[in-house]
């Protein structure tokens, strides 16, 4: 071979190398400008275009907006115990179930944001509107401790009591932290499935940044926390509540405005109208039909056309098998075919995917029920912990560890085991169990979450028992037992909320049909607040019955007169059974994902237009 073709080769060869490069390049340009395939659209109100919209660029705002808006509520949530205890002077079991009431009524609102996100607001929206409400409840809260609850003036620390306060002073109180609740609550189920609508789950490599998303925003939130639990609670501990405050405001604050940045850069869903009126609807559509007859395999029910479907922002959800008696509202009987065929009496008639829909809810029921209680050890975590805490000799040399602060035990085991959990936590999983490279399912998770919490409720038992053996009850109220003994039982309860908490969100949020995914997140977070209340009833209760007679029952002012390691225990016994009843209701759940139900739904349906 000659040097001419040597360089004729080498030439065509470098040709080809540019044009294999060229074509990678505009296969990368043209993904970058397709739009979307999962119905999210932009700011405009157009199809969302890939390379200009959403994906992590949008995500890390929702999550920093989100870190700092923790981080006010957090400042807010770790010191209302001490709060009611110093300023309003409440007793340790009135502080306990005030902050136990204001965590559920948060935590309940969440249901009231779901509900607007998905059927009239949108999540954007919702979390713009219910951003500013938070913002207010804030400064409204700042503004009372500054004029007139801090009385007399640098009263507060811990031991210092202020001096009673009128009526209208409390009511101010109390306005302000529900407003709070109302704010945070409400906004935090959308922001959290708005951060996942960044991301395309009909892409690959969106879909699986999607569920790395939510365990990145429940770092975001233990991150917050740990400023607030850390920085904030010792401000708090030197009596500057006003301090405090303002900074929770200036932080909700700046969070808002970097969530307004965003707006032309976000990906958005249409909100699918009142998911109340659609469940009644199946359900009186269904009573409508008792007289016929359910079609063998689901053949000859009404679906909706495909096209029809994503113009309202949903997919299509094909026919399962459980919960028979609900397809009769989706059954097409002989008056139906004299009806408008584009336009049927939905009290008479659903289709398939609107029937589903209830089923999803239904089926995800018995689950939801069982994950109450563990925020009941979270709840305890945040009040009796801390209570326990302040009982405790709190020095470290010369320097005071605020009792608040060790929650940051809990924080930083949470946060290292979700950023860890891939690398370190699968692995060992698979290697214990000898099973397949798959990680353990949410299902799976929640329920070994669940079993740590027990661990942890037994273990804060064991570490009041020995507190209370160094007791001295010689007029304090304090153990010469060092607070570093609640470590333990902190860092349990932190690996369980990385398992329960990050498991579930998943679960609820990929088991959700598209129209009812802030209501499936709502659903998820309204579980704690259930479990904030059962905290309250449970302290209530057990505070009565142990306290008859005279005697001082197991959470007394003076918890070096009372057991509160048989509460702890107590609490570990119920723990347990919730454990048995969520094992038996997790094996009989179906897990069948909206994209199982896609590849997975041969059964015929039927369109009335077909007919």
Known sequence: MNAEEQGSRGSSAVSSKREEVDGMKDEEDRKENASTRDGSIDWYGKPAVKGRTGRWGSGMLIL?????????FAGVEVNLVIFSNSVLRQTNADAANTFSRWMGTAYLFSLIGAFLSDSYLGRYL?????????????????LSTQLFLLKPHGCGKIGELCGTHAPAEMAMFYIAIYLIALGNGASEPALATFGADQFDEEDSKEKQSKTSFYGYFYVAVNLGSLVAETILVYIVNIGKWEVVFWICAGSAAVGF?????GSLRFRHFKPCGNPISRFCQVLVASMRN??????PNGGRLHQVAEQEGERNGMRRILHTKDFKFLDRAAIINSSERNLSLNNPNPWRLCTVTQVEEVKCILRLFPVWLCTIFSSVVFVQMLSLFVEQGAAMDARLGNFHIPPPSMTAFDIVSTSAFILSYDKLVVPLFVKLTKREPKPPSELQRMGIGLAIAVAAMIIAGIVEQRRLKHATHHGKETSSLSILWQAPQYILVGVSEAFVYVAQMEFFASQSPDGLKSLGMGLSMSSSAIGSYVASLMLTVVSKITSRNGKPGWVPPNLNDGHLDRFFFLTAGLAMVNLVFYGISANRYKDISLQKREEAGKIEVTNLGEI
């Not at 920093?64 to 981080?71: D, F, P, R, S, T």
């Not at 405005?257 to 940045?261: E, F, I, K, P, Q």
């Not at 008792?290 to 079609?295: E, I, K, Q, Y």
């Open 64 to 72: 920093v907006n989100q870190g700092l808006a923790i981080l006010a």
């Open 126 to 142: 919702t979390c713009v509107v219910f951003q500013v409400v938070y913002a207010v409840g804030l400064v409204a809260l700042s």
């Open 290 to 295: 008792m007289h016929l007859v359910v079609p």
């Open 257 to 261: 405005l970097l969530l307004l940045s």
